[in-house]
Antibody, heavy 120, light 109 residues
């Protein structure tokens, strides 16, 4: 069974940094494309970032480009999101999510999320 | 970037049929996927490729997509179907490929 567990969320001041982790189990992590998707309080889902299997292709939403950095460690079955220059509108629950293998266009497994609060 | 538009809310009585729309420019040329999200939980894929159901999703859930509107249909609605529903497409020509609609709150009366 696929299991994704996010960690590293918390309260941070505007302009600060935070690093989220997502530990994966129950599937072949190294062969899966991975993503971060966020959800601001009371709002909808927003795709944040993508990393291919192998890590050679990366995409970011315009709202985080230049501030966030996605990476992966296949040996540790882990996905990361380094978030810098955080703003109040980055406050959200951050989910790691897998793309359906062989399709790559829809999300089939999600973690339970990590809450990031940016506030002074 | 591509925009998907959903009604904020839909209400339906138990046992009736709920229809949730997802509008986008020529969305019929794209594959639409639907997710259900209950309070405090992560989203769950309920329809992919416009009308296919993942294993474990009841046959009461169906989908269609044509022109500028995709529709998620839930037949014989149950109280447990109350949730937020999101449509999503892959906009392959963009560097922002995964696009979600704003979500629709389904209320079972």
């Amino acid at each position: 069974e696929v299991h994704l567990v996010e960690s590293g969320g918390g309260l941070v001041q505007p302009g600060g940094s935070l690093r989220l982790s997502c530990e994966a189990s129950g599937f072949s992590f190294s062969s899966h494309e991975m993503n971060w998707v966020r959800q601001a309080p009371g709002k909808g889902l927003e795709w944040v970032s993508y990393i291919s299997s192998g890590g050679h292709t990366i995409y970011y939403a315009d709202s985080v480009k230049g501030r966030f950095n996605i990476s992966r460690d296949d040996a540790k079955h882990s996905l990361f999101l380094q978030m810098n220059s955080l703003r109040a509108d980055d406050t959200a629950v951050y989910y790691c999510a897998t793309l359906v293998a062989g399709r790559g266009i829809d999300f089939d497994s999600w973690g339970q999320g990590a809450l990031v609060t940016v506030s002074s | 970037s591509y925009v998907l538009t959903q009604p904020p809310s839909v209400s339906v009585a138990p046992g009736k049929t709920a229809r949730i729309t997802c509008g986008g420019n020529n969305v019929g040329s794209k594959s639409v996927h639907w997710y259900r999200q209950k309070p405090g939980q992560a989203p769950v894929l309920v329809i992919y490729y416009d009308s296919d159901r993942p294993s474990g999703i009841p046959e009461r859930f169906s989908g269609s997509n044509s022109g500028n509107t995709a529709t998620l249909t839930i037949s014989r609605v149950e109280a447990g179907d109350e949730a937020d529903y999101y449509c999503q497409v892959w906009d392959g020509g963009s560097d922002h490929p995964w696009v979600f609609g704003g979500g629709t709150k389904l209320t079972v009366l």
